[in-house]
């Protein structure tokens, strides 16, 4: 039987304002992005945060599946409402509080794969996806998927055991879910409201990118471009060093390490 969370445990140790206080838990849902997003469309505030124990059509990013068994890990989304020139700040904030989060609650190191990607030891530990609704230039709200692997027996899910990992594969335990969601929701607020005001939090996240100084090949759509991730701009893009000497910069995209 999968172990439910004890969501009073999570109160105990939240920290917020407003992240998490509206907490809405689901046993077993399709994809709790779809249901955060029929949360902000009905007016939930900033803040609400959609956790699941099971994902039965839960989804990466650029459509992928994400593995999603009860009990195990920790499924949210959040509905968050930035100021469209901050907007930006959310693929920043999110896996630097998760990787703090991580550090903090089960004391496992983590690095950041760009753009959101937390890796620990190399191997992906959580996914982010985040999801954005305008009004003209206004943005309507904004919604951030987290997805991490805690007791996840990742050698049981053959197809993601060569490149993924969980708490429970790197400490040979299973971890605490409510002190990594409160851990993670208290660095999320902490971090998100720094972020609107001074470039620490940037430089936090950029301390962590794993991608930095690597020869990689980034895909947008059709586009491909090759060379040395030589640096992030101020908006949080990739500036690519070409073989020709000349820069690129990605917004966005699949970044793999190039042989």
């Not at 007791?151 to 049981?156: C, E, F, H």
């Not at 001074?198 to 990689?216: H, I, N, Y």
């Not at 701009?233 to 690129?248: C, K, N, V």
Request: glycine share 8%; aromatic share 4%.
């Amino acid at each position: 039987m999968a172990m439910q969370l004890n969501l009073t445990l999570v109160e105990e140790r939240l920290k917020t304002r407003c992240v998490g206080r509206n907490l809405l838990y689901l046993t077993r849902t399709p994809s709790t992005q779809d249901v955060a997003r029929a949360e902000a469309k009905r007016g939930a505030p900033e803040g609400t945060v959609v956790l699941a124990e099971e994902q039965t059509a839960g989804r990466g990013r650029r459509g992928r599946s994400w593995v999603s068994p009860a009990g195990k890990n920790l499924y949210l989304t959040l509905v968050m409402q930035p100021p469209a020139a901050q907007l930006r700040v959310l693929s920043i904030v999110s896996p630097l509080a998760v990787a703090e989060a991580l550090e903090e609650a089960v004391g496992l190191p983590s690095r950041i794969k760009w753009p959101n990607d937390v890796l620990v030891g190399g191997r992906k530990i959580a996914g982010i996806l985040i999801e954005t609704e305008l009004v003209g230039e206004a943005v309507k709200y904004a919604l951030v998927g987290i997805g991490l692997n805690v007791n996840l027996d990742v050698g049981a899910a053959p197809e993601i055991a060569d490149i993924a990992t969980s708490v429970r594969r790197e400490l040979g335990r299973d971890g605490s879910r409510e002190e990594l969601l409160a851990a993670l929701l208290n660095a999320f607020e902490a971090r998100y409201s720094e972020a609107l005001e001074s470039d620490a939090v940037f430089r936090a996240w950029r301390s962590r990118l794993e991608t930095l100084g690597q020869r990689v090949r980034a895909t947008l759509g059709e586009r491909v471009v090759e060379g040395v991730a030589e640096d992030v701009d101020a908006d949080g893009s990739l500036l690519i060093r070409r073989e020709d000497g000349s820069l690129a910069t990605v917004e966005a995209g699949d970044v793999t390490l190039s042989a």
